[in-house]
């Protein structure tokens, strides 16, 4: 993927993709503000939300092994992945262990963010996606663009021409009737669906959150198909983020409160599913689960960037963003877009190449993410933060030593009162745009008019008289704090 600059210049020309995105995020948006406004305890479930995650974070390596020896007494058993490649080698042996070929899957960020569908074909394992926007996606050989809505960047009109021209090669074909009424195209994904749940013996889901007392795994979503995975196949497998973790059932009740009113603007969720390793004769005989690092262990040892860790994949942040709203998912070039993506891509990956380093400037600084951010994760600082470590790196020294050099000036009053003298008497030789490559800041604002008389000159001459100049010389303390007066 190109740095988010180029892909964003790309992603804005086109009108029908931002038409469906503007359309898309005001109606969750919209949702989101009623459902939360219900709540007179909002902040307080927010700030517990927070609480809970860093305490959980503080405290990683004892509920890790917590969960392991509770997922091991219900019968499951626990991998440890240090990397994408650990954890693609991981499933793929235990995929290959059943003598299946084919998969369901559960939508799942870590899945993707591991490219684990890739890595199975390679080894000549078909992953089926379950999920209505991720079979979308699938059938188009494109990408996700959203952390909850995959083919947000889709209209109906072309979900039914992704649907009728390429269902077939999949599975069960669409109808040849097939229309764009939203009711037509979701049983017509059900009609195709349903062949691969009744057929298939091996899943592999992720989960939203690991219960550590209990080694329970839970999945939240609105449309069934992940139970359908859940329950019906022979072998689970359960792709876990190592941040997913929270202590109790306890403290799960807090984030069954705010996923669904951040993420679809729902009271709760339609489907809330819970399993705790194995039961004869009751859903899969055989259960893993995969506990993904793959960079985190590294975030978490950032004190500035580990907030990004609470994160709990509602998407607000992306549903709010005016930066989003315009490019859309595909411009951050990684599975985690928006806001989050722009933090957590570049702790996760590194910003050594230009693609990762361009994502913490893929933002106004607004706010709104923060706001609206149901753990608390103060983005504009983690965005800076990250400003700060890409600056840092070598291939910067034009910027680095234009900041040493208004340093020096601001840093001396009368190297600056010099300057300010000099611009205003050449005040009238100030272009209206920067020269050379400079000129892209000035394409989108104007240089700031450069005042006929500095405060500072003003000063000495209309103030004077109500109180003593400060120099800043060193002079006597009385002087001092007068000019301060």
């Known amino acids: 993927m190109p740095p988010f600059p180029e892909a964003a210049k790309s992603a804005v020309e086109d009108s029908q993709m931002r038409h469906n995105l503007r359309l898309a995020t005001g109606t969750i948006r919209g949702k989101r503000e009623a459902v939360v406004s219900e709540l007179d305890d909002w902040p307080d479930l927010r ?31 626990v991998h440890w992945a240090a990397d994408a490649d650990e954890a693609n080698e991981i499933v793929t042996g235990l995929v290959q262990a059943t003598g299946e070929s084919d998969v369901v899957k559960v939508k799942s960020m870590a899945t993707q963010e591991i490219e684990l569908n890739e890595a199975l074909a390679q080894a000549g394992i078909t992953a089926y996606e379950t999920d209505l926007a991720e079979l979308i996606v699938q059938l188009s050989d494109d990408l996700p663009s959203h952390i909850l809505v995959p083919a947000i960047h889709r209209n109906r009109a072309e979900i039914r021409e992704i649907f009728r021209d390429r269902m077939a090669s999949w599975g069960v074909p669409a109808p040849e009737e097939l229309s764009d009424d939203p009711r037509a195209l979701a049983e017509a994904a059900r009609v195709h669906l349903r062949e691969r749940f009744l057929n298939t013996k091996v899943a592999i889901s992720g989960a939203n959150f690991a219960v550590a007392d209990t080694g329970s795994m839970v999945v939240l979503e609105s449309e069934g198909n992940g139970r359908m995975c859940l329950t019906l196949p022979q072998t689970l497998i359960s792709v876990v983020g190592i941040e997913k973790i929270v202590p109790t059932w306890s403290d799960l009740e807090v984030f069954l409160q705010l996923l669904p009113r951040s993420s679809t603007g729902e009271r709760m969720n339609p489907y809330t599913s819970t399993w705790t390793g194995v039961t004869p004769g009751d859903g899969p005989q055989e259960f893993h689960v995969v506990l993904l690092d793959n960079g985190r262990t590294d975030v978490l040892a950032d004190t500035v960037g580990r907030q990004a860790l609470r994160c709990i994949r509602c998407s607000a942040c992306l549903n709010t963003c005016p930066v989003y709203e315009r490019t859309g998912g595909h411009a951050y070039g990684s599975v985690y ?124 001459r209309e103030g004077a008289a109500e109180a003593p100049e400060h120099t800043g010389d060193g002079g006597d303390e009385d002087a001092q704090e007068g000019g301060r007066r």
């Not at 305490?55 to 990683?60: A, D, E, F, K, Q």
């Not at 693609?355 to 994760?377: D, K, N, Q, R, W």
């Not at 020096?408 to 009368?414: A, D, R």
């Not at 209206?432 to 700031?448: C, K, L, N, V």
């Open 337 to 460: 877009p928006g806001p989050i993506g722009a933090i957590l891509t570049p702790q996760l990956r590194g910003t050594a190449s230009e693609t990762e380093a361009s994502l913490p400037y893929a933002s106004s600084l607004c706010g709104a993410c923060y706001e609206v951010c149901p753990v608390a994760i103060d983005i504009p600082e983690v965005l800076v933060h990250l400003r700060e470590e890409v600056v840092a790196r070598p291939g910067h020294r034009a910027e680095k030593a234009a900041m040493g050099a208004a340093g020096w000036l601001l840093n001396g009053e009368h190297r600056l009162d010099t300057a300010q003298r000099a611009a205003s008497a050449a005040r009238s030789l100030v272009p209206r745009r920067m020269p050379g490559p400079a000129s892209a800041w000035t394409d989108t604002r104007d240089i700031p008019e450069v005042p006929e008389e500095s405060f500072r000159s003003w000063w000495r």
């Open 47 to 77: 700030q517990a939300g927070k609480a809970i995650k860093d305490r959980t974070l503080r405290h990683l390596d004892t509920y890790l092994e917590q969960l392991e020896e509770a997922v091991t007494a219900a019968g499951g058993t």
